[in-house]
């Protein structure tokens, strides 16, 4: 009497047995990371003591039977990253005890059955990267054990339903390019007690609301939407949040001085906006051992003003970041020494920042790079033999600046490109030095 079958990474091809459908008394099916191709037999059905089903990461087509609904017991499904297509059968709505759906990264179609509301034991949908149509139904908002909600990267459109302010154990929404047309975060949103709230293109215009200031969210994305208006001084009451993107938007101000209260957040992206004034407020900010170091800060496609402080490599907040992007901002200065005090740091762009002075020679004490972008700049001098040679090093472009000299020798395979348009410059890849 079978009652788990695991056969998982076993590189299997061919198409799923209609015979499993007769494995009464099987509780477990993992059939996940395999090639396994075909459609879902409809015999699967007669599964009904199944209570864990893995097909995922395989290369599975067609639809979900309608006979789904025989699986009773089932608690966990997840069938992700295959090739399914065709709507989702209404009979979906028949798997009273589901707990877990994952369907993501498929290519399914069609409108959300509103069926999906009578699955109240759900405490998480993933559904993101199909192509789901229509509006989200009002149902979902009887699933009040729900904790994850993901319907990013789909086609959803129209309104969203007041009824999901009722969803009070949500902790995650995911709601990111769709077509939503949302215009504005409609109000109920500070009835949920989200801490991951992603609206990146949703069609959000005009202000941030106000309510996001008393609001206990960890992780915001607002990115690609029409956001204007000034970063109001409050964003420095969102004290829980360590995780905020607002790229691609219309804002212009100066950062408030009480972005500095923000001493969890790690992760912070402002790129393509119209930003100002200096960024001391942000590389000061203040951390909450061991929390609140900054992990990646992009701040390019802005109009941010400089000199970049010396002692930047230096403050509690930089310590362990390891992507810095700072491109296309009218910075000016130097290249600060203590950056090399970066030990953690694998990407550093600074392109066209207007950036003069020397390549410092302490930037190769920050062994993990891997890319340094400095192109397009006013740098001056040797390039040092210690930047050029550290270890991860797998893309550097110092192209169009003013340097001078030899090209160091260096193990990484480094094209001509991203050291043309300095005179005075000379060595592999370039044309020999004749004159050294």
């Known amino acids: 009497?079978?009652?788990?079958?695991?056969?998982?990474?076993?590189n299997f091809t061919g198409r799923i047995p209609t015979g499993f459908g007769n494995l009464k008394n099987l509780r477990y099916l993992d059939l996940s990371e395999n090639q396994i191709t075909g459609s879902i037999p409809q015999s699967i059905g007669g599964l009904a003591a199944l209570e864990l089903l893995y097909l995922n990461q395989n290369q599975l087509t067609g639809r979900i039977p309608s006979s789904i609904s025989g699986l009773s017991s089932m608690i966990f499904c997840r069938i992700s990253e295959n090739k399914l297509s065709g709507s989702l059968p209404p009979s979906i709505g028949q798997l009273s005890k589901i707990q877990r759906l994952i369907l993501e990264n498929n290519k399914l179609t069609g409108k959300l059955p509103a069926t999906i509301g009578h699955l109240t034991a759900l405490t998480d949908i993933f559904f993101s990267n199909n192509y789901f149509t229509g509006k989200i139904p009002s149902s979902f908002g009887n699933l009040l054990n729900l904790q994850t909600l993901d319907l990013s990267r789909n086609r959803l459109s129209g309104q969203l339903p007041p009824q999901l302010a009722k969803l009070k154990s949500l902790q995650t929404l995911y709601l990111s390019y769709n077509p939503l047309g949302l215009v504005r975060i409609p109000n109920w949103f500070q009835e949920l007690r989200v801490f991951q709230l992603m609206l990146a293109n949703t069609g959000i215009e005009g202000e941030l609301p106000h309510w996001l200031s008393s609001s206990s969210i960890s992780q915001l994305d607002l990115s690609g939407n029409a956001l204007t208006g000034k970063l109001p001084w409050w964003i420095g009451n969102i004290t829980s949040l360590s995780f905020l993107n607002l790229s691609n938007n219309g804002f212009h101000s100066s950062i408030p001085v009480e972005f500095k209260n923000l001493s969890l957040l790690m992760d912070l992206d402002l790129h393509s906006n119209k930003?100002?004034?200096?960024?001391?407020?942000?590389?000061?900010k203040e951390v909450q051992d061991p929390l609140g170091h900054f992990n990646s800060i992009d701040l390019s496609y802005n109009m941010f003003t400089g000199p970049i402080d010396d002692d930047i490599g230096e403050r509690p907040a930089m310590s362990s970041i390891s992507s810095l992007v700072?491109?296309?901002?009218?910075?000016?200065?130097?290249?600060?020494?203590?950056?090399?005090?970066?030990?953690?740091l694998q990407v550093l762009k600074l392109v066209n920042t207007g950036l003069s002075g020397m390549i410092p020679e302490e930037l190769g004490?920050?062994?993990?790079?891997?890319?340094?972008?400095?192109?397009?700049?006013?740098?001056?001098?040797?390039?040092p033999e210690i930047v050029l040679n550290l270890k991860e090093l797998k893309q550097f472009?110092?192209?169009?600046?003013?340097?001078?000299?030899r090209i160091p020798p260096h193990k990484a395979i480094i094209p001509a490109s991203a050291f043309k348009n300095n005179p005075g410059l000379c060595g592999t890849p370039l044309p020999p030095c004749k004159h050294f």
């Open 1 to 10: 009497m079978i009652t788990k079958l695991d056969l998982h990474g076993n």
């Open 275 to 284: 930003f100002s004034g200096h960024l001391n407020v942000i590389f000061s």
């Open 326 to 344: 700072l491109s296309h901002n009218t910075l000016g200065g130097s290249l600060p020494k203590s950056i090399g005090k970066m030990r953690e």
């Open 365 to 383: 004490d920050a062994k993990e790079l891997s890319t340094i972008l400095l192109s397009r700049n006013k740098l001056t001098g040797a390039i």
């Open 397 to 405: 472009d110092v192209s169009s600046n003013r340097l001078r000299g």
